[in-house]
């Protein structure tokens, strides 16, 4: 189903619906969006999974490895793209906003609890991601993937836990149609959306 992309008010409420939707479906094209940093020189993209979306508060949020590029990038710039594009519906947002890398602070701890065991132990890598290896593997002991293991085995892995926190300033919003193609992009102005019809 597509978006009834005619009213520019109601557009951004659709959006952030989506996205909300987004992070508790697994079967959703928006719940792994692909997430752009820099170090000022060049730029990065990775997919990434979508663990938080909040519209009233203009917040997206994933997980990382806090050793990952994208962690030192955002120390660098914390300015950040987020591109989201469901193919059924041919309906694409592409976001910019400012991000925080959150590492043993409040944000980090309950995410961190909330996350089930199974996702924990990709954060005890005894190496940073990137980091050469003799073999394929993810450098996590043995042990730690036991369907046994304890939260308390897996603590060591919060170290290594960061959240990145986005606070969304724009949306470009574009839908594909065989009738006519439709965008439009939407600014955050202090305390609402502003949104302008752009040519596709």
């Not at 046994?148 to 969304?168: D, R």
Request: net charge negative; with cysteine.
């Amino acid at each position: 189903m597509s978006f009834a992309a005619t009213d520019l008010e109601e557009l951004p409420s659709a959006i952030w619906r989506d996205l909300e939707r987004a992070v508790t479906d697994e079967a959703n094209p928006f719940r792994t969006p692909v997430l752009g940093t820099t170090n000022l020189f060049e730029c990065s993209m990775r997919v990434v999974t979508l663990r938080h979306a909040d519209g009233a508060k203009r917040e997206l949020a994933c997980y990382s490895d806090a050793r990952a590029q994208k962690v030192h990038q955002l120390k660098l710039c914390e300015q950040a793209h987020w591109l989201f594009y469901d193919p059924a519906r041919r309906v694409q947002f592409r976001i910019s906003a400012h991000t925080m890398v959150h590492q043993n602070d409040a944000i980090a701890r309950d995410h961190w609890q909330r996350a089930p065991l199974a996702h924990r132990r990709n954060y005890c890598a005894n190496q940073p991601p990137g980091s050469d290896i003799h073999a394929p593997g993810d450098a996590i002991s043995p042990e730690l993937k036991s369907p046994k293991v304890t939260a308390k085995q897996l603590e060591p892995g919060y170290e290594n836990f960061a959240v990145l926190v986005s606070t969304v300033d724009q949306i470009e919003f574009l839908q594909l149609a065989d009738e006519g193609n439709v965008r439009a992009v939407f600014n955050w102005t202090v305390a609402k959306w502003s949104g302008l019809w752009l040519v596709p």
